[in-house]
Nanobody
Framework: QVQLVEAGGGSVQAGGSLTLSCTAS????????IGWFRQTPGKEREGVSA????????YYADSVKGRFTASPGDAQNTLLLQMNSLQPEDMAMYYC???????????????????WGPGTQVNVSS
């Protein structure tokens, strides 16, 4: 069973930076797609970024392109999300999710993922 744990959330002022981490365990075989999502109360979960554990392209939502960077961490099965130039609209609970096979066209759709971490809160003040 895949288990995911996020860390690194916190509070920053607008323009600041945070780095989130997602540590995964329980991968059985093959590549997985790891996605970052965020959600604010009353809104649907929004896809932020996605990357395959086997390497390759990283995908971003238009709202974060140029500001957020997803990359493998130094530790095995760890994914980082470097968030720069944070704005109040970035404030949300951030989740990482994993799924063995996700079509490229649906990488940022939360419905495609079955395994989720508990989330980490990011607060951005203006």
């Amino acid at each position: 069973q895949v288990q995911l744990v996020e860390a690194g959330g916190g509070s920053v002022q607008a323009g600041g930076s945070l780095t989130l981490s997602c540590t995964a365990s329980g991968f059985t075989r093959g590549d997985y797609c790891i996605g970052w999502f965020r959600q604010t109360p009353g809104k649907e979960r929004e896809g932020v970024s996605a990357i395959y554990t086997g390497g390759g392209s990283v995908y971003y939502a238009d709202s974060v392109k140029g500001r957020f960077t997803a990359s493998p961490g130094d530790a095995q099965n760890t994914l980082l999300l470097q968030m720069n130039s944070l704005q109040p609209e970035d404030m949300a609970m951030y989740y990482c999710a994993a799924e063995p096979r996700v079509l490229q066209s649906t990488l940022l759709q939360s419905s495609e993922y079955d395994s989720w971490g508990p989330g980490t809160q990011v607060n951005v003040s203006s």
